[in-house]
């Protein structure tokens, strides 16, 4: 009998099999024209929704079924959570990606502490022993203006964010592999420089996210300029924008559908960083809130130049979309599965054919 999760899968369209334990022999057709881009695994966060508990071979999400599914695409890489694995499965997984001229680079959450140094350090050595020479970290968890109500609240999230990196450094310089910090809606250019700036480590850059850093009233081109010289990956994403009474609504959309420079983006990463590796995170989701008129958004911000608030919202009304910006939450499960899935092929064909990835 088929189960529900086979169901919903088999109603979006014939998705990947491969994380079903499908032998590699029944993949069907050849994967599309290759492509450079990556994918990275929160492009998807709608379809493990339709897994069931403890299914088969890890899951969507585990490495070597994302790469597989990845491979079907057509992507050049990916970047997925690699956790802590024996030296039969890394070597598998980076045999792999080697067979198919992918990349692979890594995300990883920083140590809290000293005692969690020693499982970072693990996972850091799973990465590198899966070929990933890149992992992806994040500093301050969640959005400034939504998780902190003061000043205060966020100087300390961001004096624990410099110990965790601070802690983190000597792991990736003795491994030999670069840890990039995402613009993760949580430090603005001026920050985040001075923070590397005074760590100053070859191991210690940017993951740059293209769209991210407009909820903090950052140009998204010139943030591009900024990080490019210490970036080690990409996140290439698309923004559409559109104004709501509090603020603005920012919503991700597939690559060359919103208001982003992508051509110029591309072209000032690659000649500051040659070796650089981009990858689509294709968030599928509702337009998120940014609160930009409210009190509580100002409480971490109250520095920020009026002008970079008038410079925004002048983007947004100029640029803003004449029609409702793409929600998905109202959709059957099915339905926002082959949405989700469509939204990153979408991205690898703009990458291919119009941004030479």
Same mark, same amino acid.
């Given at each position: 009998? &088929?189960?529900? /999760?086979?169901?919903?899968?088999?109603?979006?369209?014939?998705?990947?099999?491969?994380?079903?334990?499908?032998?590699?022999?029944?993949?069907?057709?050849?994967?599309?024209?290759?492509?450079?881009?990556?994918?990275?695994?929160?492009?998807?966060?709608?379809?493990?929704?339709?897994?069931?508990?403890?299914?088969?071979?890890?899951?969507?999400?585990?490495?070597?079924?994302?790469?597989?599914?990845?491979?079907?695409?057509?992507?050049?890489?990916?970047?997925?959570?690699?956790?802590?694995?024996?030296?039969?499965?890394?070597?598998?997984?980076? /045999?792999?990606?080697?067979?198919?001229?992918?990349?692979? =680079?890594?995300?990883?959450?920083?140590?809290?502490? +000293?005692?969690?140094?020693?499982?970072?350090?693990?996972?850091?050595?799973?990465?590198?022993?899966?070929?990933?020479?890149? &992992?992806?970290?994040?500093?301050?968890?969640?959005?400034?203006?939504?998780?902190? *109500? !003061?000043?205060?609240?966020?100087?300390?999230?961001?004096?624990?964010?410099?110990?965790?990196?601070?802690?983190?450094?000597?792991?990736?310089?003795? %491994?030999?592999?670069?840890?990039?910090? %995402?613009?993760?809606?949580?430090?603005?250019?001026?920050?985040?420089?001075?923070?590397?700036?005074?760590?100053?480590?070859?191991? &210690?850059?940017?993951?740059?996210?293209?769209?991210?850093? &407009?909820?903090?009233?950052? *140009?998204?081109? =010139?943030?591009?300029?900024?990080?490019?010289?210490?970036?080690?990956?990409?996140?290439?994403?698309?923004?559409?924008?559109?104004?709501?009474? *509090?603020?603005? @609504?920012?919503?991700?959309?597939?690559?060359?559908?919103?208001?982003?420079?992508?051509?110029?983006?591309?072209?000032? @990463?690659?000649?500051?960083?040659?070796?650089?590796?981009?990858? $689509?995170?294709?968030?599928? +989701?509702?337009?998120?809130?940014?609160?930009?008129?409210?009190?509580?958004?100002?409480? $971490?911000?109250?520095?920020?130049?009026?002008?970079?608030?008038?410079?925004?919202?002048?983007?947004? +009304?100029?640029?803003?979309?004449?029609?409702?910006?793409?929600?998905?939450?109202?959709?059957?499960?099915?339905?926002?599965?082959? /949405?989700?899935?469509?939204?990153?092929?979408?991205? @690898? !064909?703009?990458?291919?054919?119009?941004? /030479?990835?």
């Amino acid at each position: 009998m &088929i189960n529900r /999760r086979e169901m919903i899968l088999s109603a979006a369209g014939g998705l990947s099999t491969c994380w079903l334990g499908a032998p590699e022999r029944l993949f069907g057709s050849p994967p599309p024209k290759k492509v450079r881009l990556g994918v990275c695994i929160h492009s998807y966060m709608i379809r493990p929704s339709a897994e069931e508990p403890g299914g088969k071979a890890g899951g969507f999400a585990d490495p070597l079924n994302f790469l597989e599914h990845c491979h079907r695409l057509g992507a050049g890489g990916v970047q997925v959570g690699l956790g802590t694995r024996d030296e039969t499965y890394t070597s598998r997984l980076c /045999r792999r990606a080697e067979s198919y001229g992918m990349f692979v =680079e890594g995300t990883a959450g920083l140590p809290g502490d +000293r005692a969690g140094v020693e499982r970072f350090e693990a996972q850091v050595r799973t990465a590198k022993r899966a070929g990933a020479k890149v &992992i992806r970290v994040v500093m301050i968890p969640g959005r400034r203006y939504e998780t902190f *109500d !003061s000043a205060e609240q966020f100087r300390r999230a961001a004096e624990r964010g410099r110990r965790s990196v601070e802690l983190a450094e000597p792991v990736a310089a003795r %491994e030999r592999v670069r840890l990039a910090i %995402e613009n993760h809606k949580d430090q603005r250019v001026p920050e985040r420089l001075d923070l590397l700036k005074r760590i100053s480590s070859e191991y &210690i850059g940017v993951c740059l996210d293209t769209g991210n850093s &407009i909820a903090l009233l950052e *140009d998204p081109m =010139e943030v591009v300029r900024a990080y490019a010289p210490w970036a080690y990956a990409v996140h290439l994403k698309d923004q559409a924008v559109g104004e709501y009474e *509090d603020g603005f @609504l920012l919503g991700d959309v597939p690559l060359g559908e919103g208001i982003l420079n992508l051509p110029e983006m591309v072209r000032v @990463l690659r000649q500051a960083r040659p070796e650089i590796r981009f990858t $689509t995170e294709m968030h599928t +989701r509702d337009p998120l809130r940014v609160p930009c008129l409210t009190e509580k958004y100002w409480a $971490t911000l109250a520095d920020v130049p009026g002008r970079d608030l008038a410079r925004t919202m002048r983007m947004v +009304r100029t640029h803003g979309a004449k029609r409702p910006l793409p929600r998905v939450s109202h959709l059957p499960l099915n339905e926002q599965i082959q /949405r989700e899935e469509e939204n990153v092929k979408k991205c @690898l !064909s703009f990458a291919r054919d119009r941004l /030479r990835l």
